[in-house]
Antibody, heavy 125, light 110 residues
């Protein structure tokens, strides 16, 4: 059973770079899945940040694209998130999740499962 | 990008049925998936595709879709179903695909 675990600094200074890693266990990051980052500001809803395939292909939320880099390290079975030029608005719980996609005739079906437990990152001086 | 709109809050009496809706243009093209989130916990997938439940999700949870609206129904709500619920779907309205989450619905079981 695949499990995900986020790790990284819980406090980042304004204008700095947020860096998080998601370790994948119980399965290979090179399987036919995409791997995503999702965040949730305190008391607010979920926001999809971006995704990566084991080949290194990425897709990003256009609202964050200029500041986001997602990378994969197949040797360590993990993927990472970097968010630059952070402000207080980037304070959130950051989750990593596996995305499963099934394409059948006339249907595109995707879902996120499982999710990591999440890690709170606070942007403050 | 598209938006997915949900009612902010709904309440349901213990053992009764509640329907949570999610509206958005992307739902005309893509299925929604649904996530349950309890305070301090990560989201948990409860419904995906046309009406599929992951292993371990009770059969009182079901999904449906019509036009630009996806629905999650809890038939015989239990106290442990009290949580926030989010829908999600793919949106390819821009140059690159992205995924959008709904605004979330807080379900209170009375």
């Amino acid at each position: 059973q695949v499990q995900l675990q986020e790790s990284g600094p819980g406090l980042v200074k304004p204008s700095g770079t947020l860096s998080l890693t998601c370790a994948v266990s119980g399965g290979s990051i090179s399987s036919s899945n995409w791997w995503s980052w999702v965040r949730q500001p305190p008391g607010k809803g979920l926001e999809w940040i971006g995704e990566i395939y084991h080949s290194g292909s990425t897709n990003y939320n256009p609202s964050l694209k200029s500041r986001v880099t997602i990378s994969v390290d197949k040797s360590k079975n993990q993927f990472s998130l970097k968010l630059s030029s952070v402000t207080a608005a980037d304070t959130a719980v950051y989750y990593c999740a596996r995305e499963i996609i099934v394409v059948v005739p006339a249907a595109y079906i995707n879902w996120f499962d499982p999710w990591g437990q999440g890690t709170l990152v606070t942007v403050s001086s | 990008s598209s938006e997915l709109t949900q009612d902010p809050a709904v309440s349901v009496a213990l053992g009764q049925t509640v329907r949570i809706t999610c509206q958005g243009d992307s739902l005309r093209s893509y299925y929604a998936s649904w996530y349950q989130q309890k305070p301090g916990q990560a989201p948990v997938l409860v419904i995906y595709g046309k009406n599929n439940r992951p292993s371990g999700i009770p059969d009182r949870f079901s999904g449906s879709s019509s036009g630009n609206t996806a629905s999650l129904t809890i038939t015989g709500a239990q106290a442990e179903d009290e949580a926030d619920y989010y829908c999600n779907s793919r949106d390819s309205s821009g140059n690159h695909p992205l995924y959008v989450f709904g605004t979330g619905t807080k379900v209170t079981v009375l």
